[in-house]
């Protein structure tokens, strides 16, 4: 059973196009994350959730918007995706907000904007 | 938060113990240090964390330094499998939990 899966696997989508990622994860977690892995290798966080609140967004352009409909979801659309976009996007879980445990993460979603 | 400094790349024979050291000469007393790998094409795995006290599990150990400024993470056996980029991150909790991933150490598991 997979604890974090994120769909798709891979996106290919054109300029501006609008786009969503979904993820789930049946580990009963209150927290979710998404990062973002650029062509660098560089991983950096995003958005966390809290029980379905916003705790921390790290000046991300307002195209991109993430959704908890439950603490199991956390989607991430964009908007007017750019070539700039391209990356590789994780969704992770931890149990808790100040959690000592390590985050799970996804498998990733490989976006290439063209 | 802490920065961490890790080397680029290292290897290591298969079998043999692999030790990856990481510099947080800037910890504070509140701060963990937290070690995940990743493995080509996957998402960021967690392995061990610790405050102080060396640790051990299933994976590996982590020695940390009587002064905190620095850690090596021990893979006793390593094998092809556990070739990957690791990354040393030292944690905050006081602040916003939020993990900050640097450059990691690419480590080759040679046969």
């Known amino acids: 059973d997979t604890a974090v899966s994120q769909t798709p696997k891979y996106l290919v989508t054109q300029m501006g196009n609008d786009k969503s990622i979904k993820c789930e994860q049946n580990?009963?977690?209150?927290?979710m994350y998404w990062y973002k892995q650029d062509s660098k290798k560089f991983l950096k966080i995003m958005f966390s959730?809290?029980?379905?609140?916003?705790?921390i967004n790290e000046t991300v352009p307002n195209r991109f918007s993430p959704k908890s409909p439950d603490k199991a979801h956390l989607n991430l659309h964009i908007n007017s995706l750019e070539l700039g976009d391209s990356a590789v996007y994780f969704c992770a879980s931890s149990q808790g907000l100040r959690e000592i445990e390590g985050a799970f993460f996804g498998q990733g979603t490989r976006l290439t904007v063209v | 938060d802490a920065k961490t400094t890790q080397p680029t790349s290292m290897d290591c024979a298969e079998g043999r113990a692999a030790n990856l050291p990481c510099n947080h000469s800037t910890i504070s007393g509140n701060e963990y240090v937290y070690w995940y790998r990743q493995i080509h094409s996957q998402g960021p795995q967690y392995i061990i964390h610790?405050?102080?006290n060396n640790e051990t599990n299933e994976m590996a150990s982590l020695i940390i330094t009587e002064d905190r400024k620095s850690s090596t993470l021990i893979l006793p056996h390593a094998t092809l499998r556990d070739t990957a980029v690791y990354y040393c991150i030292v944690r905050q909790f006081l602040k916003t939990d939020k993990l900050i991933f640097g450059t990691g150490t690419r480590l080759q598991v040679f046969p």
């Open positions: 959730y809290n029980n379905k609140e916003l705790i």
């Open positions: 580990l009963g977690h209150d927290t």
């Open positions: 610790g405050l102080k």
